[in-house]
């Protein structure tokens, strides 16, 4: 599997590991990704704090669910949590206007 230039494993290997029980990739890949979903969640919803740690949150455990099944190769790891995190804004978005 690859690894990046720094010898780092990928999002992916850390990913697959993950899935295969390892928890220190589990640590790894969310504080990897975890600051980047909190401050993109915090653009689209316009700079609020609390419902970007919790769409970051939401993101995080809905990788880990899906982690076993998850077939490396077909998309990035970081691609397919933005755009879980997307829709999780837009569903935030929506139930506000209601």
Not at 1 to 10: I, L, V
Not at 36 to 49: C, H, T
Not at 80 to 98: H, K, P
Request: charged share 30%; aromatic share 8%; hydrophobic share 40%.
């Amino acid at each position: 599997m690859a690894y990046d230039a720094d010898g780092d494993p990928s999002d992916e290997v850390l990913l697959v590991r993950y899935a295969k029980g390892d928890r220190h990739a589990a640590l790894a890949l969310t504080r990897r990704i975890t600051p980047r979903i909190l401050g993109y969640a915090s653009r689209l919803l316009a700079g609020d704090r609390a419902e970007a740690e919790d769409v970051a949150q939401e993101t995080m455990l809905r990788l880990w669910r899906m982690a076993p099944d998850w077939l490396p190769g077909e998309t990035k790891v970081t691609t397919w949590a933005y755009r879980v995190a997307t829709n999780l804004c837009i569903d935030r978005q929506r139930s506000l206007r209601r």
